[in-house]
């Protein structure tokens, strides 16, 4: 049973004075960029001559700020402040340290509309998603906090006569978390107080396109009264400080959410047993989708429109989660397509930063070429019904997209964009939907929109993802209520904000005494 906890509640823009105070908070925000932020390794602090710069993606002549960049130098002193502080955060009573997630929760509460201004400056992310990543964000201390409460005491087991036996979870060591960039808040910070709350001591490599917002996280962590060297912050680049610390013999837990190349990368990577290392490594590695949202004939045909339509352009569909594939039954194709054209072409698109956009850009160059690639090929592939242009003067804009009549084995169908491009596929029957839907080497979300209920039971079996909805969009889990985590190539399927998460990061011990 877990401690009753009721999610963080999204802000409702519609209301004056929650528009004041994020119009307030994106000035303030304004006014502070520019900061240079040091290393964090063993409370100490380093500044490196080489940065890593934050640009906003909405306006590239705007620098959020800059970070110190990490060398294998700093890797290893990171790694070693981390070996020295779990010797004495491991024995830290797990109340006092879930204790340091409520204040670090608190805080951020305290200065939401700050922080999210800052992923809508950092990100490119509209105010509702930005809205809803901090939210996210203080879910996962939320939660993982009283889920450690709730494990302090371990498992039940039983006893016979004249014996003790007990079954507990303690701290497994050094953990290694690489977050991306796109919940540049949630997910960093949800994949760094894991760990933490476990009793572990953390070595946090944020990514390279948001590293402010985790130097500030860093920062809240270290006000809740965390002590030195149980987080350790050394921005890098993936391949030179990040390889060398999945390899490094003393990291016990690798916890990586991204690309499924780098994921299988530090999988395998980990898999290796090092010269002086006394321990196998555990990878946790939540990675890429190719989310499906099925509509069946007998549907709400707006119901489905609009999920499609949020599924697919949240976030610019940069979420992992993003529906970029509607697999519709035949009878409803035409009225379905149509009214998601219609839908998308009603919204506006451009700058983030005021309240009414409900698409901004694309977070870098490199997203913004690959993408404008995927539109390319798709143009080939299928049939164009809207979008299609991109502009990447001023900052990374795509518009919303739309490809209609794909053949189920069309690369836009199959490989991941993580841009704001859905293509629409044909089916004639029910069957033939979830065999397409499950077509991939993914299986991370899906939603299934239909009235019937023998289908809903159909493919409550047969649709093979991680996280599977009705009669809604395939987006937007909640700590809490959608354990969130992938089958197949999207992972290890380790339900990030769900009852089993914590415990992926402890050690089981069985203590048996005989009286
Ligand atoms: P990415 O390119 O794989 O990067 C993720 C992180 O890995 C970054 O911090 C990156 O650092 C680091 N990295 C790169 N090379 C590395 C290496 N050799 N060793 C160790 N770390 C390395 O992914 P992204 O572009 O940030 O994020 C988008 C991807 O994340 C998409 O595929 C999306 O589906 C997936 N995603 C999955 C979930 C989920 O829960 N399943 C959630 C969100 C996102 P640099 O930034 O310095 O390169
Ligand atoms: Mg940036």
């Not at 990368?265 to 290392?277: H, L, M, N, S």
């Not at 940069?318 to 194709?333: F, P, T």
């Amino acid at each position: 049973m877990t401690i009753p906890y009721r999610h963080e509640p999204f802000t409702d823009f519609s209301i004056q004075s929650n528009r004041e105070a994020m119009e307030a908070a994106l000035e303030k925000v304004s006014g502070e960029l520019g900061k240079d932020y040091p290393l964090v390794i063993g409370g100490e602090r380093f500044v490196t001559e080489e940065k890593i710069v934050s640009i906003n993606p909405a306006n590239k002549e705007e620098v959020v700020g800059s970070v110190s960049k990490a060398t294998r130098d700093h890797a290893e002193k990171a790694i070693q402040a981390a070996a020295e502080a779990f010797e004495e955060w491991r024995y830290t009573d797990p109340v006092e340290r879930a204790n340091i997630l409520f204040r670090a929760a608190a805080h951020v509460r305290r200065k939401k509309f700050e922080f999210t201004a800052l992923l809508v400056k950092e990100a490119g992310k509209p105010w509702k998603e930005a809205d809803a990543d901090t939210a996210e964000a203080i879910d996962f201390m939320e939660y993982y906090a009283r889920q450690m409460i709730e494990l302090a005491g371990g498992k039940p087991i039983n006893s016979r006569e004249g014996e003790s036996n007990s079954f507990v979870y303690t701290p497994s060591g050094v953990t290694v978390s690489i977050p991306p960039w796109n919940f540049l808040f949630a997910i960093m910070a949800g994949i760094t107080v894991a760990p933490i709350v476990a009793g572990n001591t953390v070595v946090l490599k944020p990514a390279s396109a948001s590293p402010i917002i985790a130097a500030k996280f860093v920062e809240v962590l270290e006000e809740a009264g965390l002590p030195k060297g149980v987080v350790n912050f050394v921005p890098g680049s993936g391949s030179e400080v990040g390889d060398y610390l999945v390899d490094h013999p003393i990291t016990s837990i690798v916890t990586f959410t991204g690309s499924r190349e780098v994921g299988t990368r530090i999988f395998e990577r980990a898999a290796k047993v090092q010269p002086g290392q006394t321990h196998l490594k555990r990878v946790i590695a939540e990675m890429g989708g190719k989310d499906t949202v099925v509509v069946d004939d007998d549907c709400d045909i707006e119901l489905a429109a609009q999920s499609i339509f949020t599924s697919a352009f949240g976030f610019a569909g940069q979420k992992c989660s993003a529906g970029s594939r509607a697999v519709v039954h035949e009878k409803v194709y035409d009225q379905v397509l149509q009214r998601v054209i219609e839908i998308t072409e009603s919204q506006i698109t451009g700058n983030p930063e005021k309240a009414e956009t409900y698409m901004g850009p694309v977070i870098d160059q490199g997203s913004f070429d690959k993408i404008m690639g995927y539109i390319e090929i798709g143009k080939e592939e299928g049939r164009l019904v809207s979008g299609g242009k991109g502009d990447d003067s001023k900052g990374y804009f795509i518009e919303p997209t739309i490809f209609a009549d794909l053949d189920p084995q069309a690369r836009i169908m199959q490989e991941e964009i993580f841009g704001p491009v859905v293509a629409f596929s044909k089916v004639s029957s029910f069957d033939e939907a979830i065999e397409v839907a499950n077509n991939t080497e993914y299986g991370l979300t899906g939603a299934v929109i239909t009235n019937n209920r023998k289908h809903i039971e159909v493919a409550k079996q047969k649709f093979h993802v991680g996280n599977l909805y009705f009669n809604r969009n395939c987006t937007g889990a909640i700590v809490g209520y959608h354990p969130f985590g992938g089958f197949k190539m999207s992972g290890t399927d380790s339900k990030a904000g769900g009852p089993d998460y914590l415990i992926l990061h402890m050690l089981a011990k069985t203590i048996s005494e005989t009286y």
